[in-house]
Structure formats: structure tokens, C-alpha cells
């Protein structure tokens, strides 16, 4: 194990897969089923949510439903939509791959419920925990996910690195003590200190992760 990198933990819609076209369609399909109407933007402004805030949302758009029903939905349409393929971000795949070849442990911390997390987890084999959105208390943007997961791990989470997209997890991976990388998908990262931003996966190597590991702060949004 690299003496400063005890564990790599990743988030994964929007980070490792491109599953936000689901959830939206997923959304869009719900809201409008009811009578309401359901953008592309108000799909983007909830990336990265916790699943009953997501509810809730669709709730006020005129889904009416127990929010139970509702997360349900989505998350089926989602599943059945990685369950055809999985649509890796990216540079993510190989990235991943790395990591696990380089001996070091990882986790999957996503805001995502066990019935989408797990079945992405077996596919991929390379996780040795995973955190789902439904066995915390309290979801991203607090930090309790990413705790959960280093203690899991038996590691410090303070020698962790957290790898995100959205400002919700961004927030609970900061907040957590965990070297931050922040991957530009969706939003437009505002620089805060300690956290590194990148554009891609494809533009990090895990070289790019030892160092931020050792402390460094990395800006790779221009590479390309």
C-alpha cells in the first residue's frame, strides 16, 4: 500500500458513468406522465442529490405519488438503462483499473440506492466496499458517507482520496477530510482550497492521484 494514499473512494453516477441522461429521461418520463412539465435543466439542478430530495422535487412538479414510489421508479429505469451496458465516463474504466493494480483499496460512495450501487459494483468487481445512498443517515452533502466508508475500510479518511462531480458530493468529500478530486462533468467547479479540478478522467493517470496523496493541488482543466 502506498504510504500515502490508503484508499481511493469514488462516487459514481456522473463520475464513473454517464447515468445523468437516464435520470433525466427517468424525470422527464415521470413528471410528464403526470401532467407537468420537466427540463433538461431541472434535471442538471438535481445531480448529485440525495434520492428523497429528487422525490420531493418531483413531487412539487405534480408526480403524485408516496416518494417511495417515486425513487422506485427512477431507480428501475436507471438500473434496466446500466443493466444494457455500462456507460463508463471517460478514461474512468481505466483509471479505476489502475488503481486496483497499483494494490490500493476503493470504495463506491454514491448517493445512489443498493439496487443500482450493487449490481454496478459485482459488474465492475474492483470495489472492496461499497456506500449507498439508502444505509446513511444523512446523504451527501454531509460528510457521513464518506466516513462510513474509510471506517469500512479500516483506513483514515484524512489519507483518502474522494473523487466527485457534483457540488453536493464534492461538499460531503471536502467536508469528510478527504483529498478532493473534482471532475468537471456537469458544473463548473469553483476553486476552494486543497481541492484539485480536472476536466476528464482521461486527463488523470494515477501518478496525477499519488501526488495529490503527497499533497499537491491539481488544475488539469486546460490538458487537452
Known sequence: MNPHLAAVLWDMDGTLIDTEPSWIAAETELVESHGGVWTH??????????????????AERGVDLPHGEIVDFLNSRVAAAVAAGIPWQPGAKELVQAVHAAGIPMALVTSSFAVLAEPFAAAVGLFDVVVSGDEVDRPKPDPEPYL?????????????????????????????G?????????????PRPG??????LEDVSLADLLRVAEGDVLDLRAVR
Request: proline share 2%; glycine share 8%; with cysteine.
Open 148 to 176: 462510513l466508508a474509510a471506517r469500512r475500510l479500516g483506513v483514515d479518511v484524512a489519507a483518502c482520496i474522494a473523487v466527485e462531480d457534483s457540488r453536493a458530493g464534492i461538499a460531503s468529500a471536502v467536508a469528510s
Open 195 to 200: 481541492l484539485s479540478r480536472v476536466r476528464s
Open 41 to 58: 435543466e431541472d434535471g442538471l439542478g438535481l445531480v448529485g442529490n440525495p434520492m428523497l430530495v429528487s422525490a420531493r422535487a418531483l
Open 178 to 190: 478527504a483529498r478532493t478530486v473534482a471532475v468537471e462533468v456537469h458544473h463548473v467547479v469553483e
